[in-house]
């Protein structure tokens, strides 16, 4: 199991994430500089220092792009197992990210697990019409019914990588 981490301009809860995840010992740690800077080296030495690999976009091509480049990494580079892709921002806490890492490895028939936000408070106009038409379409094509398309906390099974390196768009 690998959890892939795509981060532009992190701050120290990138670091905080990825040592409470050690604790856990899902598995290698993944993350993608999406171009970043030279200002933020010195979290993604200090990520690296962790143990975790760390590659670099020499400039910001987005979070599409980056996913590519860490799933293809991990094609290439194993291990073979699902892969579990979080933010680095932090809103996506440690024991969420293992769940989904459960639920990963408990499925008999592999697919996609989506981490699920519960909104709350102030949430902008533009976001939540943003999920709330999304969530329609989806339901309408799948059949199926998701509370939070958008939500970056996501597990796949490695039989998809090939898959997921070949999605049209960034």
Known sequence: ???????????????????????????????????????????????????????????????????KTGFQHIKEHGPQGGIVCADSDGQHLPHDIK??????????????????????GTIPARSRFGNTVTRGVFSLTTGTKVYDTQTGLRGFPYSMLDWLCQIPGE
């Open 1 to 67: 199991m690998t959890i892939l981490i795509p981060s532009y301009e992190p701050d120290v809860r990138l670091l905080n994430l990825v040592l409470q995840l050690q604790t856990f010992q899902l598995g290698p740690i993944v993350i993608v500089d999406d171009g970043s800077g030279p200002g933020y080296r010195g979290i993604f030495e200090t990520a690296e220092a962790y143990g975790c690999t760390v590659l670099t976009h020499t400039v910001n091509l987005g979070k599409g792009r980056a996913l």
């Open 99 to 120: 769940r989904i890492f459960d639920v990963l490895l408990e499925q008999t028939n592999p697919g996609i697990v989506l981490g699920s936000r519960r909104f709350s």
